[in-house]
């Protein structure tokens, strides 16, 4: 029997996580995140749909393809900050939605302040780096479990 799936949406410049700004986003890569997710997912039962586009339109069409899964986390990097398109694709999802964020944004550029996602999120976690992911994962299971 197939197992339930989370989606794990991942924007712009995340591609680049280990190199790009390291005393600010750590050393981990995306693939060590991935690794994590798909390693937490599984303990709690669930597959891990994992992408990550720099590509606003690309996110966009990711989080319609996801709109079936029984979560989805997503980082949406800088279009977090922009993206109406990205939040009116994300408000079709079923299931809930977790906004992740590496760094603490509240403590950042006033620019990171806002989300045009936070409104539809379930919940949202910044400033536990990678771990944040494994948070959302879980958070999402307790909803599935309480469904
Ligand atoms: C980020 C925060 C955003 O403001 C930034 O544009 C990113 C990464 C984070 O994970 O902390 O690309 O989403």
């Known amino acids: 029997m ?10 712009p410049n995340l591609n680049l996580l280990g190199e790009r700004e390291p005393a600010v986003y750590g050393s981990e890569t995306l693939a060590d995140v991935e690794r994590r997710c ?3 997912a599984d303990g709690l039962g669930f597959d891990v749909d994992f992408r990550q586009s720099n590509h606003e339109g690309d996110l966009v069409t ?6 079936h899964a029984v979560g989805i986390v997503v ?4 279009y977090t900050h922009t993206s109406i398109a990205l939040r009116d ?9 977790v906004e992740v964020h590496l760094t603490n944004v509240h ?8 989300s045009y996602l936070s409104e539809l999120a379930a919940a949202v976690i910044v400033g536990c780096g ?3 992911y494994e948070f959302a994962i879980s958070a999402i299971a307790t909803r599935v479990a309480a469904a």
Request: aromatic share 2%; glycine share 10%; charged share 15%.
């Open 2 to 11: 197939p197992r339930p799936v989370i989606a794990v949406l991942n924007g």
């Open 38 to 40: 798909r390693a937490h």
């Open 62 to 67: 990711a989080a319609q393809e996801c709109r």
């Open 75 to 78: 980082n949406a990097g800088a």
């Open 89 to 97: 694709a994300l408000a079709m999802a079923q299931g809930p939605v």
């Open 107 to 114: 403590a950042r550029e006033a620019f990171r302040h806002h």
């Open 130 to 132: 990678p771990q944040g």
